[in-house]
């Protein structure tokens, strides 16, 4: 069996197919409404920078078991599979993978942040 020879680039398109994804006043909105939002930067841009006031804060490497409803690693929040959950990174490119990650878990709600925490800082929203 070969291995299919695609570009990061055509990876991130594909992904993106899948998404609906939000700008940064939607997010605020779906963040009003009960939807999740989850900081998947690392700490050094987090400190930086700042966060998004009311953001889950999850290290990339962990989000799959602390989103996923079924792990016994998930956070309290993480109650159902129809949680609307947009993650964001720097510059909204990560995210879209791991947005992706999370509707195979079955988070069919899951999507991404368009222009990551720099989009929703341009965007005058609050950051502390």
């Not at 939002?37 to 998004?52: C, F, N, Q």
């Not at 510059?91 to 990650?101: K, L, P, R, T, W």
Request: proline share 4%; glycine share 10%; net charge negative.
């Amino acid at each position: 069996m070969g291995v299919t020879k695609r570009s990061v680039d055509e990876l991130l398109a594909e992904a993106r197919e899948g998404l609906d994804r939000l700008g940064p006043a939607e997010a605020a909105a779906a963040q009003a409404a009960g939807g999740l939002l989850v900081d998947i930067r690392y700490a050094a841009l987090r400190e930086r920078d700042g966060t998004i006031p009311g953001a889950l804060i999850v290290e990339r490497n962990e989000l799959e078991w602390r989103l996923d409803p079924q792990c016994d690693h998930r956070l309290p929040e993480a109650t159902h599979h129809d949680l609307r959950v947009v993650v964001v990174c720097n510059e909204g490119y990560a995210s879209s993978f791991a947005a992706v990650s999370l509707r195979q878990l079955g988070l069919a709600r899951a999507t991404d942040l368009v222009g990551g925490f720099l989009a929703w800082r341009a965007t005058g929203l609050p950051v502390r």
